[in-house]
């Protein structure tokens, strides 16, 4: 048996895609399984060294975003994946043992998937796979009143690309083929969508920090970490950081910004942190050790997140504060509560 990793969207060194990729070969490997790891061909040479990837896939959804109003989602799905059925066209050198992950699948790259599994291959040599979606399905919550979530509005075209792949899957691609996510329940919202059964696999993270109490720490830290951008609430952050600044003498403020969509801010609170001492700006990407270093620094890891796109979508955050023992202060409706996981302060 061998273990055949396969992400089209796999580049960079930091995100829940590099961490996923990490996390599996290393419990792979573990076990004695034969692992290889196929990300896209713009992955950046140390991470394709370290995870010994081959770098073969080009176009993803991110690549070609939808342009045109009326039918820029279809085009980028026809594009997406008859480049994606392509590139797996030439993998042909699998068998009936091979194990097939592939990690954090959108709609395009799972219509090719099917495919190449449904066409590629004799029921002799199909191998088995699994597809795990890390991705919100394109609902959005519907809510009564009082707030509370009632049903689900499709927001976006991708379900229908979604359920109709669903539709077009022989019985004998469904005998070789497990769909999956993190989470229960956003194995529900893709099970409720595609009519079949999705799991939900163990979490892809563990420890990195020394996982210390953080009870009674004299100076605690609160902070903001990770790719900042509106959905997660990055317009609330200065705010909050003068709140906490003002009425707790005693707190410090960590705030980290991997990536550009919220340049504005970001240099606004760098230059806030030139006259406070108490506030930390830092603007690398977080690979490690930066991003362990990042996370033993947080004593509260503040989240103020939109609770809508979560509430069906698993955040890699949450998850490495709940691996990591660090409390965090987040809506009460993200996933990670699906789990009943003590220790999370809740908004």
């Not at 099970?191 to 004299?218: C, H, I, K, Q």
Request: charged residues 20%; proline residues 8%.
């Amino acid at each position: 048996m061998r273990l055949i990793y396969l992400d089209p969207c796999l580049i960079k060194r930091v995100g829940h895609r590099a961490v996923t990729a990490r996390e599996v070969r290393r419990a792979a490997t573990a076990r004695g399984i034969e692992t290889h790891v196929v990300g896209n061909r713009t992955m950046l040479p140390d991470l394709a060294e370290e995870l010994d990837a081959r770098c073969h896939f080009k176009l993803t959804t991110a690549h070609r975003p939808p342009v045109d109003p009326i039918c820029g989602a279809i085009e980028s799905f026809h594009t997406v994946a008859k480049d994606v059925a392509g590139r797996l066209a030439r993998m042909t050198a699998l068998a009936a043992d091979d194990l097939v992950f592939v990690n954090s699948v959108e709609a395009a790259e799972f219509h090719a998937v099917m495919g190449w599994l449904g066409r590629g291959f004799t029921t002799a040599t199909r191998p088995r796979l699994v597809l795990e979606f890390g991705h919100p399905p394109g609902f959005r919550p519907l809510r009564d009143p009082a707030g509370r979530i009632t049903g689900l509005k499709q927001a976006s075209p991708w379900p229908s690309f979604y359920r109709w792949t669903a539709k077009t899957i022989q019985p004998a691609t469904a005998a070789r083929l497990r769909l999956a996510t993190f989470d229960p329940r956003m194995s529900d919202a893709y099970g409720s969508l595609l009519r079949r059964p999705v799991e939900a696999l163990p979490l892809p993270f563990r420890a990195v920090t020394d996982a210390r109490s953080r009870v009674g720490t004299a100076q605690p830290t609160l902070a903001f970490l990770g790719h900042q951008r509106s959905d997660k609430g990055t317009l609330l952050v200065p705010e909050l950081v003068e709140r906490a600044l003002a009425r707790w003498p005693n707190v410090r403020v960590l705030y980290h910004d991997s990536g550009a969509a919220a340049a504005g801010i970001t240099t606004a609170l760098a230059g806030r942190a030139a006259a406070e001492p108490r506030l930390s700006v830092v603007t690398a990407p977080a690979a490690e050790p930066l991003w362990r270093e990042l996370l033993s620094r947080a004593d509260l890891i503040v989240m103020p997140y939109d609770p809508d796109p979560f509430a069906i979508a698993y955040s890699a955050l949450a998850s490495e504060a709940v691996a990591n023992a660090i409390p965090s202060y987040q809506p009460d409706e993200i996933v990670t509560h699906a789990r009943g996981i003590p220790g999370i302060c809740e908004a």
